[in-house]
Structure formats: structure tokens, C-alpha cells
């Protein structure tokens, strides 16, 4: 979903760099929810 709404703002401005930039702000996110996810799942184990 960030990525789709990313693309809907920034490739009509900057185009294919738009693009890259909303790539890289949809993984970045992807990151964070993936530790924050595995944070968890570590802490119940222990």
C-alpha cells in the first residue's frame, strides 16, 4: 500500500527517480514492520 500510494505522488513529479524513491520508502518500512515484528516473537520465546 505504501508503495502504490508513493508511486501515485511521486512518479508524476520526478518519474522514473520518483519511482526508485518510493521503492526505497516501501522497504524501509517493510524493515521496520518486520523488526518490530520479530521483536515481538523474540520476546514471547524468552
Do not use: D, H, Q
Amino acid at each position: 500500500m505504501v508503495n502504490i500510494a508513493a508511486n501515485l505522488i511521486l512518479i508524476p513529479r520526478f518519474g522514473p527517480l520518483g519511482a526508485a524513491y518510493s521503492l526505497a520508502i516501501a522497504e524501509v518500512c517493510l524493515m521496520i514492520t518486520y523488526r518490530w515484528y520479530i521483536y515481538r516473537y523474540i520476546r514471547r520465546i524468552k
